[in-house]
């Protein structure tokens, strides 16, 4: 078979049993699960209560009749030693644990230990995109980090993944920053290059300041708007110098964090900005309101129950946030030919999302049919307060003192607990567990939910954090170490104790984790697994002895893969893995 997962096999097995059994059907979708409870078997098929409307039929009788189809098919009976019916019309199925043992023989060799899909498709990933001239703050940490795992599973799967960093480089802003600027005494294109991103944003408080309380001073704003969206040569290059200072600054991030993503800004649409707006209004989209150009679409309305528009063209003839993203997606779809487009951001945009996504259906820009887009929203992080996370002073925390935090606190941590380390492996370790743990505390948090951080919590040695994940990791190499082998035979694998079965069929799942998390877009799906992995993994270890028992080689051979599977589940997560722990 050449399904890539295990899950898969199990369903086009199902499935052909579906055929067989109900030639008349003409859908035969069928969904299989993995098992919330190995007592009922490693996977269940609910689909025989689904049919029931469709063959008039009893479910259990449905179930029974794909059961002894399956029966009957030496392909499924070679995969799964038990297929039974339970209660009103489950199908629960064991798998073979000489089938789970080949799997591991044939699919996990390679240090890969992930299967790219056949299908290569194109994947746009919106992520990170602070605003220039602010600080990136915690909200875009979680943008960053999920952007940034979802965008390595991707590209683990074999889709060709293109990571867009659309900062806010556009706008009002821009116009009130350099109208102030300019006000300057002792004003120059030497002054402007030489500001740091607290400069700026300092500039930015007190031109937000003037353009608020002095009716002159937004007018000259709103003129100089006009002048960098028309391409004048001074505006132009104070808002180059100034989107040079931020990028660096973000730069110092990414490289911490070990995140790689391409800037493609807002105002790289700038050029096709009155072609999108002229396009939406050709297909009669477009109402004029209060001299602005507006899309309203149905189902969109706000709390006092009117229409929400998504503004096109300000009423001055400034584009903003709206048009961008209208622009951003019809240059995706047709340039980029994009066959999906995720975009990442807090849950407050969702309305934005949905919006533009209505708004390109209806214009006829996209067709769901053909390319998938997701928002895909995340909550707050939470002080220990239970409000928004914050410092002392009150601001925003800064990312970058976050992750510095985190790493001298992971520092002090691995002194009293390895007193004996070098300073070399302190600071190997300290960055990255500190970095891990901060990833792994957001990303082990379903993403819709606030979290509440803690370094304490998140740099905690049990429990579902990385250090434990890391730590067992750490534990499959040294096993390996002890024994005096790097690399064990896995051709003539054999399981036996429940434990081998149990640990060998977990790591036969990591494929169908990851196409999980690819359709879901949740990583927390991906830190359950290591988890759970990690457990299984330790309670094997406890139950089976691995050096000098005369079933070394198997239970050595299981040991190793489980490394590289950890391994490759921190690298998807953008974690690292140390050498000591
Ligand atoms: N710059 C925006 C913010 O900080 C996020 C942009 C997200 N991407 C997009 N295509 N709108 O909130």
Redesign the pocket.
């Known amino acids: 078979m050449n399904e890539v997962s295990l899950i898969k096999q199990v369903s086009a097995a199902v499935a052909g049993a579906v055929k067989t059994s109900f030639p008349e059907l003409s859908l035969q979708e069928v969904e299989v699960v993995k098992a919330k409870d190995p007592s009922f078997g490693d996977y269940q098929c609910n689909s025989a209560m689904k049919l029931v409307k469709a063959l008039k039929m009893a479910p259990r009788d449905i179930a029974n009749a794909i059961v002894r189809a399956m029966q009957e098919n030496p392909a499924a009976t070679k995969m799964l030693a038990r297929i039974e019916v339970a209660g009103p019309g489950f199908i629960n199925m064991w798998v073979r644990p000489e089938y789970i043992a080949e799997w591991l023989q044939t699919e996990l060799v390679t240090e890969e230990v992930v299967r790219k899909e056949p299908v290569k498709q194109k994947v746009i990933v919106?992520f990170s995109?602070?605003?220039i001239a602010k600080e990136m703050h915690v909200g875009?940490l979680r943008s960053t980090i999920i952007g940034d795992c979802l965008s390595r599973i991707f590209e683990a799967l074999g889709y060709q993944v293109v990571r867009l960093n659309?900062?806010?480089d556009w706008g009002t802003a821009f116009g009130m920053l350099i109208a102030h600027i300019k006000s300057l005494p002792g004003y120059s294109f030497e002054v402007v290059s030489r500001y740091t991103l607290a400069d700026l944003m300092r500039l930015y408080r007190e031109s937000k300041a003037l353009f608020d309380a002095d009716e002159a001073f937004r007018k000259r704003a709103q003129l100089e708007v006009v002048k960098l969206q028309g391409g004048d040569k001074e505006s132009l290059a104070i808002w180059k110098a100034i989107c040079d200072i931020s990028e660096r600054a973000y730069q110092e991030i990414y490289d911490l964090l070990d995140v790689v993503i391409e800037v493609r800004g807002e105002s790289f649409y700038n050029s096709i900005l009155p072609g999108i707006v002229e396009e939406l209004n050709c297909k009669g989209l477009v109402t004029i309101s209060d001299g602005a150009k507006c899309v309203f679409l149905e189902g969109f309305i706000n709390r006092e129950g009117n229409q929400l528009p998504l503004m096109l063209q300000k009423s001055d003839g400034g584009y903003n946030y709206d048009t961008t993203?209208m622009a951003?997606i019809a240059q995706r779809i047709r340039e980029e030919r994009a066959d999906r487009i995720i975009?990442v951001?807090d849950s407050g945009?969702a309305t934005h999302f949905q919006m533009i996504f209505a708004a390109a259906k209806k214009a006829g820009i996209l067709d769901p049919e053909k390319v998938r887009v997701d928002h895909v929203p995340f909550g707050l992080v939470l002080g220990a307060d239970g409000k928004k996370f914050r410092t002392r002073s009150g601001e925003t925390e800064k990312l970058i003192d976050l992750l510095r935090t985190a790493i001298t606190q992971a520092d002090t941590l691995l002194r009293e607990r390895n007193p004996e380390w070098t300073e070399d492996e302190y600071k190997e370790t300290a960055l990255i567990l500190g970095v891990g743990a901060v990833k792994y505390a957001d990303l082990s948090s379903h993403r819709m939910s606030d979290y509440v951080f803690s370094y304490e919590r998140m740099l905690r040695f049990e429990g579902n954090t990385a250090a434990f994940i890391m730590y067992s990791y750490v534990r499959t190499v040294s096993i390996q170490r002890k024994i005096g082998r790097q690399r064990s035979k896995l051709e003539t694998l054999q399981l036996e104790h429940p434990s081998e079965v149990l640990l060998a069929t977990m790591l036969c799942q990591f494929q169908e984790v990851l196409e999980e998390v690819a359709d879901s877009l949740l990583p927390n799906r991906l830190t359950d697994y290591l988890y759970a992995l990690s457990e299984t993994f330790n309670g094997f270890f406890r139950d089976c002895r691995v050096e000098g028992d005369p079933r070394q080689e198997h239970r050595l051979a299981l040991v190793h893969i489980t490394g590289l599977v950890l391994r490759k589940g921190l690298e998807l997560l953008g974690i690292k893995v140390p050498r000591k722990m």
Do not use: E, I, L, R
């Open positions: 919106d995109s602070p605003n875009h659309h900062v806010g993203d951003a975009y951001t945009q």
